[in-house]
Each structure stands twice: as C-alpha cells, then as structure tokens.
C-alpha cells in the first residue's frame, strides 16, 4: 500500500537528517580519537630521544668519538658507547689507561675501583674521562671525589651464605625480613643450587647531613694534597736511594742501580710519547727541553749498565747514581710540564 503524498518525508529532508546524524557519528568518532596523536606525538619524542647525536666518523673512529663525546649527557654517551664496535671500546680502555699512567694516577683509579659495583664504577670514570676529551681533567677529577666519596660515606654490600646470614641476624629475623621482602637474596652465581643473601652495612653516616658539592670540593682538595704528599714521598725515596755508605753491599748496590734503571726507562717512554705530540702540536720551546732532558736520561742509563756490568768501585757508583737521581727528577719535572700542555 502506497502512503499518501501528505505523509510522505521529502528527500531533501532525510539528506539533512542523515547529514545531522553522520555529523554526529564523525563527532562521536573524533572524541574517541582524541588522544590518538597525543600517543602518536609521544612515540614520535621517543624516537627522537632514542636518535644518537653522533656523527657516523665518531661511532668509527675513536678520536672523532671523543671530540664529540663532550657534547652528551651522561645518558646519552652510555647509548653511544654501547653502539660501538667491540674493538673501539677496548681501543678507548687502553687509551683511557695510558692517560691515566701518564699523569700518575692510575694507582689510585685501582684502588678506588675494587670490589662491589667496581665496573659501575670503572664506566663512570671512562665515561667522565671520555667527555673530557680523553684527558684526566675537571669533569674526570669530579667524578672520581665523587666516587671515592661514595665509597667512604656510603652504603657497603656484601653478598653472605645463608649460615652466615643465620649468624648475623639470627633465624627468626632472617625469615621474617624475607616475608617483608626487606632482606635481597639471589642464587650463587657459582652455584645454582645454594642461595646468598645481601647485608648492608652503612659507613661513616655523620657526613650524610653535608652538600654533596661541598663534600666533593673538600675530597678534591684532600687528593690535591695527598698527591703533594705523595711526591715529596717519593722525591725522598729516590734521594734516600742514592746514597751509599761503607757498609753498602755490592747486592745492594746492583739493586740500587736497577731501580734507578727501571724508573729512568719507565720515564723515558713517556717523554718518547710526548715528544710526538709536541711535534704534532708545534709545541717548540717545551720539544727542545723534553728532547734535551730525553738525551741525559739516555746517558744516564748507559752509565748505569755500564757500572751494573762490570761492578765499579763505590766511589764510581756515588758518582753515577748522583747524576741518575738529578736525571730522574729533571725528567719527572718534564712529565708533569708535558702532562699540562697536552691538557691546555
């Protein structure tokens, strides 16, 4: 049955409706995608942040990595120095090694860097010596106060057996702080099947109340000084080497001259080192000084084995380690003339 004209709705009237509702549908939709590009911003931030701000020469070449290593957050260098060839990293260890022997300290990057966490420890001071160009200046100075400071006033982990655990904290504690969850434990890495269980222990916590940045300049002055110390100890073991008495044996004399062989070698190895920098810097006035202290070292070591060869008469030896202790100190001051300049 056909309906009445009357009653019929006219075309144009169900456009609009179905314009009204579509707008509706397009308005429900929209809403519902509203946070869409919100996530599609936020993927796309990370993909930004995940972008390495590195050169391709730097990622090939350890050189250009360390000119540009200076530019990076922390965060950044750690991403960038995972991204390198397993032969660059060990390139920038060993370059980060003879750097720190060059300046004498390496002993104390030792022994600063045992125990636990040490190789948290060890990449924090590559990193920091990394983003100062390759050289042990102010940002690598900073980070090892920092990190002996931790070391000192900190916190100290120890992993325990399970009977000494039982020992330390008794039975009922132990099982009570493992519920709580308050107490760490693990698998023996070197045995799967025993457990271990972490005790902390705090050190010298009277310094906690103390600025950080306060407590580190107060570390770096304290290291500035015991390395002053520590030179005028060693200016005095060398002077104290030289000499030789009426009661000196011949044994004692041969080892005598070695150390003072061995020490001269070490030293000039280093001056072979830095006379090609200075040559590559143009440093002039300083290459003429290491050049000229480099060939009283060489007449020096002759010296030295040719008496350790033939055993010279105590009068001779007084004579020759004599020369060797002001050969040695002139060639300790050149390391530490050519150290700075290689800084600057």
């Known amino acids: 049955m056909k309906r009445p004209a009357s009653q019929k709705r006219p075309a144009t009237s169900l456009q609009k ?34 972008r390495l701000p590195l050169t391709q020469k730097a990622l090939k070449d350890h050189q250009a990595f360390l000119t540009e290593a200076s530019k990076l957050s922390a965060e950044q260098f750690d991403k960038a120095f995972a991204k390198l060839p397993e032969q660059q990293q060990q390139s920038l260890w060993k370059r980060f090694e003879g750097s720190r022997k060059s300046v004498g300290r390496d002993e104390e990057y030792k022994q600063e860097t045992t125990g636990t966490e040490s190789q948290l420890r060890k990449k924090h001071l590559l ?6 160009g390759g050289k042990c200046s102010e940002r690598y100075r900073k980070a090892f106060a920092s990190i002996t400071l931790e070391k000192k006033h900190g916190v100290e982990k120890t992993w325990l057996s399970k009977k000494q655990m039982e020992d330390e904290l008794g039975l009922d504690e132990m099982k009570a702080r493992l519920a709580a969850r308050t107490l760490r434990w693990r698998r023996n890495p070197e045995d799967g099947r025993f457990f271990q269980f972490q005790k902390l222990s705090e050190k010298e916590a009277t310094y906690v109340n103390k600025s950080k940045s306060s407590k580190v300049e107060a570390v770096v002055m304290g290291l500035k000084d015991k390395e002053k110390n520590q030179k005028k100890e060693k200016d005095d073991k060398w002077a104290k080497l030289s000499q030789v008495g009426d009661g000196t044996k011949t044994d004692e004399i041969q080892e005598k001259l070695m150390k003072f062989k061995t020490e001269t070698s070490k030293d000039l190895a ?22 000229a202290v ?8 002759d010296e030295i084995t040719k008496l350790m060869a033939k055993k010279g008469a105590k009068k001779e030896v007084v004579a020759v380690l004599t020369k060797a202790l002001s050969c040695l100190k002139e060639c300790k001051a050149a390391k530490l003339q050519l150290s700075k300049a290689l800084k600057a």
Request: aromatic share 2%.
């Open 127 to 132: 990193r920091s010596w990394c983003m100062d």
């Open 17 to 50: 409706t179905a314009s009204k509702r579509g707008k509706k549908d397009e308005q429900v939709e929209q809403e519902g995608e509203e946070e869409e590009p919100k996530e599609e911003d936020e993927e796309e931030e990370e993909q930004k942040s995940k």
């Open 270 to 291: 280093t001056l072979d080192g830095g006379e090609f920098a200075l040559k590559k810097n143009g440093e002039k006035t300083l290459l003429k000084h290491v050049q």
């Open 294 to 301: 480099k060939k009283k070292a060489g007449a020096s070591l």
